[in-house]
């Protein structure tokens, strides 16, 4: 009755739609900051016919706010850890009769078939789910749940071209799987069978987080990539920890398993990115990190092993897992063939390890299951060699927050969002990948900042291409979309695009090669000057524009923009018509008592449950996407179709005159088919020589004529035989660019780098970096260095940074920094790390002259992160992060290590970090910046023969004022100046009167006022 109250204080359908609108949005957690746009997507106008049969949960009366479930009572993260084939054997048997009406039936078998899923049965217009999918989802989609008349069966539904808002709900925000199980006609023998069912239902894909293809709500930013980990399970068993933890039966660390190889194999669907990777147990969290999988898959025998180590260190990153059965038989490298893409070329079967191999099998099985059949068409697989690139660990990637900020996990803030100029997707997402990945190839890095320096050489070269750039789309994405057999002739004019713009940007590196080479190089020309006049012209060499362009002509001239853009904005109405129709079904829904209290405009028309079939016979939607001369048989029948409107209006003028009715024109309707109508005075007239009419009113009436439902049918099979038409040209078009796909990837991915290269030179030059010189040797030297985003912070609020230089390696290869607290050592760790990395990536960096060393991998200890849950105190976090840089730093590593010990008595901690010192400096023999309080720890490493002593200061004024002094200067300062910052902070007078005088008393010879 509520819905009822409401719909009678509104008058129009237009308010309607309003209260639509809300009862879909209502009961979101305050929390969660769902935008779910009502209109989602354009295929909604396939829905308007079915509608009308009468599922329509989310539109039906007191659906509005009746949620019980409350968002945080539903279990979040993991997907129910069934395995993905759970439940088969509750099957009902084949002579089992069904206890529930047959379409409940096929959804419970559904249900059972795939345990692990919410599934979502299609009936009719509807999504619809069932049972305790309904009561336990149904709530926190805002969707009511209700049984039908007579029926114990819950069920909760939406209509059918809302299912990417849905999908976004359960699969992007719950990490839970979706079954989709559409309709399937039945042919006449199965009719039978299904108690004369129209339709069988047939689950056609399985959506996890880590199988999106082509969703909307998918970031475009990021890759989505579904990652599989094969750890020899047996091997870790038998082989024990390495060392056993004394006083617990428990394994801590990763670093105390067995050193076993571990295989990955990830995928990306939505650009077909696939990829491998040995590793081991000790470097695997590191390198999970750096993927940054949306979902991982793991043999189900790890389900019996939740203790494991490996297992809760993923799920303490709060990484989405999904058990798998592992394969009867296992895949075999050629069994990948067939869901690849076409060109084999790349697939060097000698480059994978067993653990590589097994991973990749589990992986595609995994996604053949969730495809249910449809084919996949992945990259060839390349296998990662972890020693050509900079290993970032786990805690670096967030304690430098390259990605993402430490605090609160946001973009703002971070090494890429400060960095982040790229005018393109998946240039963003080369990017990200290279920040992550930094390279450990001198030449490429190298031909990386050639590139750099040649757009800043040639500001309008790359002023140019970003314009162009700007207007291209994402290929990988799209033609991915294509290989899966969906893309719709949008994405082919998209695509096209793109092939013309990356022609215009091939014609811009050419002629600014060509250009470049015309002048001779002067006589001081030096070595890197000849490799950087060529940068431009390798990388032009690499587009493959023929076939392509032939493909982006053909789409030009085979689809009508403007016939597309006039489809859209139909679409759009008929979406619009969609929501007043579902109000029409509402009215139906309701009772007879119901009914009588909504206001009249708004009752149901007697016909409104007839469907708004619209014919294509009046001509109104003449709409065409493709022009006539896309193919011959276009031509042909577009021909017939002029031929045939031609004659339609000669019969209605030749009718107009016999009859003498000038207001008579032909049409067809729903529910009358084809008719002439006509109207005002001539009514009269025609109704003297027309005796039967089939439909009249005062001032109208409409009636049947031979001639015109004869030349109406024809009308109507030439413009559904177009259709056809149009619906094969666009088949062939498609197949054409699965052909093209290696090419178009192969462009794309030069595009990526321009864009990348671009992004890095308008980055050099707002904010002053210089390009750095990479050697092979083990030093850093870095003058006037500078943190990129601690400076741009600071910027924000008119405030200078104050640079310095980290000359640290062959003599000092250990720097020990102290001083007072916010002086700034740690920035100074960070900004030295981040300098390496970006040098590696191929950035120019933020200094005014750095020569680096190649690093292999760089390690943070930074900031104390605990981990209570995982019963892991902040010390033990602190010595589990330590543990893992004294195990893995090498001589060419660059540690940064920020008051290690400090979790601890200042005794022990002491301890802790001069034992971490003495192997840094004796053991590891890496690089390494450390900053500490404990100033005891300069006079016990004095004979370290390679470690410097540096500080930071305060400066006080005769005023009593002071202020930090940022630049680092050789020594040791042994004053914290904490009560400074304490002050500062606002701590109550009265508590620091105590503490100024405690301290006096435990140092006599501090300063009397110390604050
Ligand atoms: N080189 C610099 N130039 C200007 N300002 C700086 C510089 N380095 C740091 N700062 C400012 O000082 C603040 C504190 O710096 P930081 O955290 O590095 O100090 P710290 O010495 O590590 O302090 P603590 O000992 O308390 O950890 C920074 O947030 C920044 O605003
Ligand atoms: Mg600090």
Same mark, same amino acid.
């Given at each position: 009755m509520m819905l009822i109250d409401n719909v009678a204080r509104r008058s129009s359908i237009k308010a309607l739609r309003l209260i639509c609108t809300r009862t879909v949005h209502s009961g979101q957690h305050p929390s969660k900051n769902f935008s779910y746009p009502l209109l989602a997507s354009r295929p909604a106008a396939r829905a308007l016919k079915p509608l009308a049969r009468c599922y329509p949960s989310i539109c039906r009366r007191g659906a509005k706010t009746k949620s019980t479930v409350e968002f945080d009572d539903l279990s979040l993260g993991d997907l129910p850890q069934a395995s993905i084939t759970a439940g088969l054997e509750k099957r009902p048997g084949k002579d089992?009769?069904? /206890?529930?009406?047959?379409?409940?039936?096929?959804?419970?078998?559904?249900?059972?078939?795939?345990?692990?899923?919410?599934?979502?049965?299609?009936?009719?217009?509807?999504? /619809?789910?069932?049972?305790?999918?309904?009561?336990?989802?149904?709530?926190?989609?805002?969707?009511?749940?209700?049984?039908?008349?007579?029926?114990?069966?819950?069920?909760?539904?939406?209509?059918?071209?809302?299912?990417?808002?849905?999908?976004?709900?359960?699969?992007?925000?719950?990490?839970?799987?979706?079954?989709?199980? =559409?309709?399937?006609?039945?042919?006449?023998?199965?009719?039978?069978?299904?108690?004369?069912?129209?339709?069988?239902?047939?689950?056609?894909?399985?959506?996890?987080?880590?199988?999106?293809?082509?969703?909307?709500?998918?970031?475009?930013?990021?890759?989505?990539?579904?990652?599989?980990?094969h750890v020899?399970?047996?091997?870790?068993?038998?082989?024990?920890?390495?060392?056993?933890?004394?006083?617990?039966?428990?394994?801590?660390?990763?670093?105390?398993?067995?050193?076993?190889?571990?295989g990955l194999a990830w995928v990306d669907l939505s650009s077909g990115d696939f990829l491998t990777q040995s590793t081991d147990v000790a470097s695997l969290p590191s390198a999970v990190a750096r993927i940054g999988p949306?979902?991982?898959?793991?043999?189900?025998?790890?389900?019996?092993?939740?203790?494991?180590?490996?297992?809760?260190?993923?799920?303490?990153?709060?990484?989405?897992?999904?058990?798998?059965?592992?394969?009867?038989?296992?895949?075999?490298?050629?069994?990948?063939?067939?869901?690849l893409e076409d060109v084999i070329e790349d697939f060097d079967t000698t480059n994978f390890s067993p653990a590589e191999v097994a991973a990749g099998g589990s992986l595609l099985h995994y996604v053949n299951t969730q495809l249910q059949g449809s084919k996949a068409r992945l990259q060839a697989p390349i296998s990662h060699q972890p020693e050509n690139f900079m290993s970032i660990d786990r805690n670096s990637l967030r304690a430098l927050e390259i990605r993402t900020t430490m605090r609160d996990g946001r973009q703002e803030g971070s090494l890429l969002h400060t960095l982040r100029k790229t005018v393109t997707k998946s240039g963003t997402r080369l990017l990200i990948e290279r920040l992550t990945e930094p390279s450990m190839s001198l030449p490429v890095i190298n031909d990386r900042l050639d590139?750099?320096?040649?757009?800043? =050489?040639?500001?309008?070269?790359?002023?140019?291409?970003?314009?162009?750039?700007?207007?291209?789309?994402?290929?990988?994405?799209?033609?991915?979309?294509?290989?899966?057999?969906?893309?719709?002739?949008?994405?082919?004019?998209?695509?096209?695009?793109?092939?013309?713009?990356?022609?215009?940007?091939?014609?811009?590196?050419?002629?600014?090669?060509?250009?470049?080479?015309?002048?001779?190089?002067?006589?001081?020309?030096?070595?890197?000057?000849?490799?950087?006049?060529?940068?431009?012209?390798?990388?032009?060499?690499?587009?493959?524009?023929?076939?392509?362009?032939?493909?982006?002509?053909?789409?030009?001239?085979?689809?009508?923009?403007?016939?597309?853009s006039e489809r859209h904005r139909l679409e759009d109405d008929e979406e619009s018509a969609i929501i007043e129709m579902a109000q029409e079904v509402l009215g139906q829904e309701a009772g007879e008592e119901d009914l009588k209290q909504m206001p009249k405009k708004i009752r149901p028309k007697s016909n409104a449950i007839a469907p708004s079939f619209k014919s294509a016979t009046d001509g109104r939607e003449d709409i065409w996407i493709m022009r006539r001369s896309a193919s011959k048989s276009l031509t042909k029948l577009h021909e017939a179709l002029d031929h045939l409107t031609r004659q339609k209006t000669e019969l209605e003028s030749s009718l107009k005159k016999s009859l003498s009715a000038?207001?008579?024109?032909?049409?067809?309707?729903?529910?009358?088919?084809?008719?002439?109508?006509?109207?005002?005075?001539?009514?009269?007239?025609?109704?003297?020589?027309?005796?039967? #009419?089939? #439909?009249?009113?005062? #001032?109208?009436? #409409?009636?049947?004529?031979?001639?015109?439902?004869?030349?109406?049918?024809?009308?109507?099979e030439?413009?559904?035989?177009?259709?056809?038409?149009?619906?094969?040209?666009?088949?062939?078009? $498609?197949? /054409?660019?699965?052909?093209?796909?290696?090419?178009? $990837?192969?462009?794309?991915?030069?595009?990526?780098?321009?864009?990348?290269?671009?992004?890095?030179?308008?980055l050099a030059l707002e904010k002053s970096l210089v390009r750095p010189i990479l050697n092979s040797g083990t030093t850093h030297n870095i003058v006037g260095g500078r943190h990129p985003v601690v400076e741009a912070g600071l910027g924000d609020q008119g405030r200078n940074f104050t640079s310095n230089d980290c000359a640290v390696g062959d003599d000092e290869r250990v720097w020990l920094i102290t001083g007072p607290n916010m002086a700034g050592k740690s920035t100074f760790l960070r900004q030295n790390a981040l300098i390496s990395i970006l040098a590696q990536t191929g950035s120019f960096v933020p200094a005014e002259y750095a020569e680096i060393g190649l690093v292999d991998k760089v390690f943070s200890r930074?900031?104390?992160?605990?981990?209570?849950?995982?019963?892991?105190?902040?010390?033990?976090? =602190?010595?589990?992060?330590?543990?893992?840089?004294?195990?893995?730093?090498?001589?060419?590593?660059?540690?940064i290590m920020d008051e290690v010990g400090r979790g601890t008595t200042p005794e022990d901690g002491v301890a802790v970090g001069y034992a971490c010192l003495h192997h840094l400096h004796n053991v590891n023999q890496c690089r390494a910046l450390f900053a500490t309080h404990f100033h005891a720890l300069a006079d016990m490493t004095k004979d370290f023969e390679s470690l410097g002593c540096y500080c930071t200061d305060v400066a006080e004024e005769p005023d009593g004022t002071f202020s930090y002094v940022h630049r680092l200067r050789k020594g040791v300062n042994r004053q914290s100046h904490a009560l400074k910052v304490a002050r500062v902070a606002g701590l109550p007078e009265e508590a620091i009167e105590i503490a100024a005088r405690v301290l006096s008393q435990s140092m006599p010879t501090h300063p009397s006022k110390p604050y």
């Open positions: 089992e009769v069904p /206890e529930y009406p047959t379409v409940v039936q096929q959804a419970r078998n559904n249900m059972l078939k795939f345990g692990h899923c919410v599934v979502l049965t299609r009936v009719g217009g509807f999504y /619809e789910l069932f049972f305790d999918h309904a009561e336990t989802y149904g709530p926190l989609m805002n969707l009511k749940v209700s049984k039908r008349k007579g029926s114990a069966v819950p069920m909760a539904g939406f209509p059918a071209h809302q299912l990417e808002r849905f999908l976004k709900i359960l699969v992007q925000d719950q990490n839970k799987s979706v079954a989709v199980s =559409e309709e399937i006609p039945n042919d006449a023998s199965k009719k039978v069978k299904s108690g004369e069912l129209k339709f069988d239902r047939k689950v056609t894909r399985i959506i996890t987080p880590g199988t999106l293809i082509d969703e909307s709500f998918m970031d475009p930013w990021k890759n989505n990539y579904l990652l599989s980990i020899d399970h047996e091997a870790l068993k038998s082989l024990g920890p390495v060392q056993d933890t004394p006083g617990t039966d428990k394994v801590p660390s990763v670093l105390n398993l067995p050193r076993t190889e571990v949306r979902e991982i898959i793991l043999d189900s025998s790890f389900k019996d092993q939740r203790e494991s180590r490996i297992v809760s260190m993923l799920q303490e990153d709060g990484y989405v897992i999904t058990y798998q059965e592992p394969l009867g038989q296992k895949l075999a490298l050629a069994d990948w063939i067939p869901m590139l750099v320096e040649e757009m800043l =050489e040639y500001p309008q070269l790359q002023q140019d291409l970003v314009i162009q750039l700007r207007r291209t789309f994402d290929t990988l994405r799209l033609v991915q979309k294509f290989s899966f057999g969906r893309g719709d002739a949008d994405d082919l004019v998209e695509l096209s695009k793109t092939i013309f713009r990356t022609t215009d940007i091939a014609n811009l590196v050419t002629e600014h090669s060509s250009s470049r080479n015309a002048i001779p190089l002067n006589a001081e020309a030096t070595e890197a000057d000849t490799r950087r006049r060529g940068c431009l012209s390798s990388l032009s060499n690499r587009f493959d524009l023929v076939s392509p362009m032939k493909l982006a002509t053909r789409i030009l001239e085979a689809i009508d923009e403007d016939g597309l000038e207001s008579l024109t032909l049409k067809w309707t729903p529910n009358l088919g084809h008719i002439c109508h006509v109207k005002g005075k001539d009514v009269a007239r025609a109704a003297a020589q027309i005796a039967k #009419s089939v #439909s009249s009113t005062k #001032s109208t009436r #409409s009636f049947h004529l031979p001639e015109w439902t004869h030349l109406g049918t024809q009308l109507d030439t413009r559904f035989r177009i259709r056809s038409e149009e619906t094969r040209a666009l088949g062939d078009l $498609r197949a /054409e660019v699965v052909q093209n796909l290696v090419k178009l $990837r192969r462009n794309a991915a030069v595009l990526d780098e321009l864009d990348v290269a671009c992004s890095f030179a308008v930074v900031g104390s992160a605990d981990n209570l849950y995982q019963d892991q105190s902040t010390f033990m976090v =602190e010595m589990l992060e330590t543990a893992q840089i004294l195990k893995q730093a090498t001589p060419r590593s660059f540690v």
